[in-house]
């Protein structure tokens, strides 16, 4: 990996930028800001083993040095990717596959729910090529004066024979490519899946309130949305503001317990079809 250039002050969209944050928590925090402040999403497109807690793995890392006011060096013990969920179809290519071939195995089962999920529901991807990028890095600040080709060498020697000095941190890397081929603004939000702590605040008001009524429902989330959630997201993002189909379904899915796998999948063929309504 080449070194990168590096705007630790405004957003330049002429380049490349990097955030460094001290938790991953922290940025996503962050990331979640600037989606609700553009109304875009991002879903994880990939991720390294146990991101969040990689662990130095070997001492043959690369070590990569940021140019800029103040430059430092780095090792990437595991990255993650996230990418618009309007992006590409990852799992195009094995639709594909499964349709060549009828065989079954547990695996091609597997593809075989994923084929009925969009069999029902229109496809959201449409190629969008925008990512964010984030590492878990360990930072090292180099000795004053490594300026020279060598010293660069002999600092870089250094870390990589005592990786323990390293700050870790997690580095977001938000490359300079722009969101394509959707519509971006006030609509961008309507084609949204509902956030998260949304879900885990309809699933606490009835399990614990026992909130049964869905314009209730809506009422408690508005206002929790309102209080909990900043900057204050578009009217029409169905993030925020799911529409009342997609809240009974939570309601109901929270109202059953003890679930088995069997009535995951069921209840995951329902929301499609409501969703897709
Ligand atoms: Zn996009």
């Avoid at 909990?228 to 929270?254: E, G, L, Q």
């Amino acid at each position: 990996m080449a070194s990168v250039s590096v705007n630790l002050h405004a957003r330049n969209r002429n380049e490349d930028e990097i955030l460094i944050f001290s938790s991953l928590g922290d940025a996503k925090a962050h990331i979640k800001k600037e989606e609700i402040e553009t109304n875009n999403r991002y879903i994880i497109g990939y991720s390294t083993k146990n991101f969040g807690n990689s662990v130095v793995t070997s001492s043959s890392h690369k070590v990569c040095w940021v140019h800029g006011v103040n430059p430092y060096m780095y090792v990437s013990l595991g990255h993650q990717v996230l990418k618009c969920h309007h992006g590409t179809d990852k799992n195009k290519k094995k639709k594909m596959e499964k349709e060549k071939t009828k065989t079954f195995s547990s695996e091609q089962h597997s593809y075989a729910k994923k084929k009925t999920r969009h069999a029902l529901q229109p496809s959201k991807k449409m190629d969008c090529p925008a990512s964010i990028i984030l590492k878990e890095v360990l930072i090292f600040t180099p000795e004053e004066g490594s300026s020279s080709e060598l010293d660069k060498k002999m600092a870089a020697s250094n870390v990589r024979s005592d990786l323990s000095k390293g700050i870790k941190k997690i580095m977001v890397v938000f490359p300079n490519v722009e969101h394509k081929y959707h519509t971006s603004g006030e609509n961008a939000g309507l084609l949204q899946r509902i956030d998260s702590d949304v879900a885990s605040k309809i699933k606490e008001l009835v399990v614990e309130d026992g909130v049964a009524n869905v314009e209730e429902m809506q009422r408690h989330l508005t206002s929790f949305v309102t209080k909990n959630v900043t900057p204050a997201p578009s009217k029409t993002n169905r993030r925020f503001a799911p529409t009342k189909k997609v809240i009974r379904y939570h309601m109901n899915k929270a109202a059953k317990k003890g679930c088995d796998s069997s009535d995951d999948q069921h209840n995951l063929v329902q929301l499609v079809s409501v969703l897709s309504v």
